[in-house]
């Protein structure tokens, strides 16, 4: 499946136009990132999936749809979570050798991470964390594999619901805006072409 199936069956007629500074993200970030996301987030830039699934793209203003903010957060979670419960075994987050990014997350709290143990990004498998719980769930594709699945509704991670919304479930184009409420305000980087 290639992004411009994906945008196809997600309801996008042609790409968003989204631009960022690459070289900037790899170094915010720490590491080179799959081809098939750089052309994602050229495609969809900022927004989701059925007000459900949200996949970070980076140079937003709202932190919590950023990902080198997304993958900070997720650093200090699982920090404070090892402090609260001694019991609790921190995730391998990126840069740990076979560590997980985070790229995406959903209103139900679950994250999705690509796991890193592949030295060329483009071979990065993903994993779904149910929010709150230690156990993962792998999927067994790239990137765009999965999305192309949820989309499809047929994910199967025992933790994402069937929609409700009928299939193929439709992208929802955001600004990136930081709205006030949760997360942070950044200084924004990424822009649309036509702007």
């Known amino acids: 499946m290639t992004i411009e199936e994906l945008a196809s069956a997600a309801g996008l007629t042609a790409a968003r136009q989204y631009l960022v ?8 970030v720490g590491t080179r990132l799959p081809a098939d996301y750089m ?34 957060k997720q650093r200090a979670d699982e920090r404070l979570r090892a402090q ?20 995406g997350y959903t209103t139900g709290s679950d994250v999705f ?9 483009d071979n990065w498998t993903i994993i779904g964390r149910p929010g709150g719980r230690d156990d993962v769930v792998p999927f067994d594709g790239r990137f765009t594999d999965f999305l192309h699945a949820f989309v499809r ?12 919304s009928g299939v193929p479930i439709a992208f929802e184009p955001r600004t990136g805006e930081w709205l006030g409420g949760a997360g942070e305000r950044l200084q924004p980087y990424g822009r649309f072409e036509h702007e």
């Open 84 to 103: 609260i419960d001694s019991s609790a075994t921190p995730s391998p987050l990126f840069p740990e050798p076979d560590g997980w990014l985070p790229w």
């Open 153 to 164: 509704d047929t994910v199967e991670m025992p933790f994402i619901p069937q929609t409700e």
């Open 113 to 121: 991470y690509w796991k890193t143990s592949a030295k060329d990004p």
């Open 39 to 72: 052309e994602y987030v050229y495609w969809f830039g900022p927004g989701g999936f059925d007000e459900y699934l949200v996949v970070c793209v980076p140079g937003v203003e709202n932190s919590n749809a950023e990902l080198a903010a997304h993958l900070a």
């Open 21 to 28: 500074d690459w070289d900037r993200v790899e170094t915010e």
